[in-house]
């Protein structure tokens, strides 16, 4: 069952050409439009304004069971349930990993930073990290339980991006390979 939405405040502006904006003050909700648009326009804007803050927000509640319960999902869609982790959390410690996997007690760790990224590159981190359960270094055998996950070069190709952005040395095993961008 999904929370009640908050109250909203619409505030227009006359200085407000284009954007609109919204953000959480209090207890309500407030919308930033034009003073231009439309009251058709406005409810549209508000309704989409609330739904992006909504989401955000949803992201931000991820728990250990949720990314438990992702994992197995992915690990019986992409690995053919072969993986099976004893637990799946996030952690706060890792600054320069995505995640991390002990084969021998079975745990992945995933970092935090994750939570606020695409859906796409949180699965390939978790199945990246499931593979270690079947294929503990990086080889052939291992990159081949990978590529099971349809998007695995573009969440790589993202998470190098971010890297670079950030100036934080990729993990190892991230390296596009000559041929990958093809």
Known sequence: MSEPTPPVE???SGRRRRTVSAYVEDDHIVVLVP???SRAEERDWVRTMVQRLQRR??????????LLRRALELNDRYLGG???PTSVRWVTNQR???????PGDRTVRVSERLQQM???VLDYVIVHELAHLLEPGHGEAFWGWVRHYPHTDKAKGYLLGWSEAARVEPPPGTELAAGDAD
């Not at 927000?57 to 949720?66: L, V």
């Not at 320069?96 to 002990?102: F, L, V």
């Open 35 to 37: 003073d231009n648009l």
């Open 10 to 12: 619409v505030r227009r």
């Open 96 to 102: 320069t990993r995505w995640g991390s996997c002990t």
């Open 82 to 84: 072969l993986a099976e």
């Open 118 to 120: 695409p859906d796409w």
């Open 57 to 66: 927000e949803q992201r931000g509640r991820r728990t250990d069971e949720a």
